[in-house]
């Protein structure tokens, strides 16, 4: 397969980059996190988006060099960001079960000098309902180190609200097809309620992904939802235009 054989060779070769979309307080409208989203540069096929190539990585092992960069350049970008800014990184259930998670982690850290509290680590559901505990126990290691922990693209997996008790998590972020459905349909509205409850009883921060209008932003708000991200705020952006990016949505 010629894109394996592309894919072995994109780090020594310089073809990835990390474009960060913000994420902000609906509230303050303050930035509060930028999310690390990857790009692969291929010489002949142009941008490669991560759906194509992920799931690539993960079959063949690939996604732990693969991730242990993002994880390294995500904190050295970050280390120039102010300092109430975190960033996020998305991880992959193979970063659990192959890597060393946490030694990753913590040598990105160091080697950005970046403080534990600054970083965000988005899991999937999935990753929770297996080596349940081995996955608990890495967790509750680096929340130690100040990292926090979102669970991503939430209520689309199998949702087992159980985790929410057993596992250390400080985000929620509901899936964007809640937040599409949100001016149709009142039963959309009624679930980001209840999840934005569910999170504060819980002690845990709300966030909203792919808000695209305004008034998808201003049900948000009307729901207790607590933060937001989508186009409709800004799109992922390379790291060299988030001053401007800073700069327009003070
Ligand atoms: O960037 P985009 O919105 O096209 O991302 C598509 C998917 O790829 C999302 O599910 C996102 O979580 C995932 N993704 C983006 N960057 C990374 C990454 O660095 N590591 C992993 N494991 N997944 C990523
Ligand atoms: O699964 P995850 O949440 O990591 O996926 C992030 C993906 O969502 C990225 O591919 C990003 O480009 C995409 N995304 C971000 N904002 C929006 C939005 O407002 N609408 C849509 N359709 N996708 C978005
Ligand atoms: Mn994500
Ligand atoms: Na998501």
Same mark, same amino acid.
């Given at each position: 397969?010629?894109?394996?054989?592309?894919?072995?060779?994109?780090?020594?070769?310089?073809?990835?980059?990390?474009?960060?979309?913000?994420?902000?307080?609906?509230?303050?409208?303050?930035?509060?996190?930028?999310?690390?989203?990857?790009?692969?540069?291929?010489?002949?096929?142009?941008?490669?988006?991560?759906?194509?190539?992920?799931?690539?990585?993960?079959?063949?092992?690939?996604?732990?060099?693969?991730?242990?960069?993002?994880?390294?350049?995500?904190?050295?970008?970050?280390?120039?960001?102010?300092?109430?800014?975190?960033?996020?990184?998305?991880?992959?259930?193979?970063?659990? /079960?192959?890597?060393?998670?946490? +030694? &990753?982690?913590?040598?990105?850290? @160091? =080697?950005?000098?970046?403080?534990? !509290?600054? %970083?965000?680590?988005?899991?999937?559901?999935?990753?929770?309902?297996?080596?349940?505990?081995?996955?608990?126990?890495?967790?509750?290691?680096?929340?130690?180190?100040?990292?926090?922990?979102?669970?991503?693209?939430?209520?689309?997996?199998?949702?087992?609200?159980?985790?929410?008790?057993?596992?250390?998590?400080?985000?929620?972020?509901?899936? /964007?097809?809640?937040?599409?459905? +949100? &001016?149709?349909?009142?039963?959309? @509205? =009624?679930?980001?309620?209840?999840? !934005?409850? %569910?999170?504060?009883?819980?002690?845990?921060?709300?966030?909203?992904?792919?808000?695209?209008?305004?008034?998808?932003?201003?049900?948000?708000?009307?729901?207790?939802?607590?933060?937001?991200?989508?186009?409709?705020?800004?799109?992922?952006?390379?790291?060299?235009?988030?001053?401007?990016?800073?700069?327009?949505?003070?």
């Amino acid at each position: 397969l010629q894109l394996e054989v592309d894919l072995r060779q994109a780090l020594q070769r310089s073809e990835f980059e990390l474009f960060y979309q913000p994420i902000v307080n609906i509230e303050s409208k303050q930035i509060v996190t930028f999310e690390a989203l990857l790009r692969w540069h291929h010489p002949q096929k142009g941008t490669i988006p991560p759906t194509t190539f992920i799931p690539l990585a993960e079959e063949t092992g690939l996604i732990v060099p693969i991730g242990d960069w993002v994880l390294q350049q995500a904190c050295r970008d970050a280390a120039s960001w102010p300092q109430d800014v975190r960033v996020a990184v998305n991880l992959s259930s193979v970063q659990f /079960r192959r890597g060393a998670l946490e +030694l &990753s982690v913590t040598r990105a850290l @160091a =080697a950005a000098g970046l403080h534990g !509290s600054r %970083l965000e680590l988005e899991i999937t559901e999935s990753i929770l309902l297996h080596d349940e505990e081995i996955t608990r126990d890495i967790l509750n290691r680096l929340r130690v180190l100040g990292v926090h922990i979102a669970i991503d693209d939430f209520g689309t997996g199998y949702s087992a609200l159980s985790y929410l008790r057993s596992f250390p998590l400080d985000k929620i972020k509901i899936d /964007r097809s809640f937040v599409q459905d +949100l &001016s149709r349909e009142t039963s959309a @509205a =009624a679930i980001v309620r209840a999840i !934005s409850e %569910l999170g504060q009883a819980l002690d845990m921060t709300i966030v909203a992904e792919g808000v695209e209008t305004a008034e998808q932003l201003r049900i948000l708000g009307d729901q207790r939802c607590t933060q937001a991200q989508g186009y409709f705020i800004a799109y992922p952006q390379p790291a060299a235009q988030l001053i401007r990016v800073i700069e327009e949505l003070k």
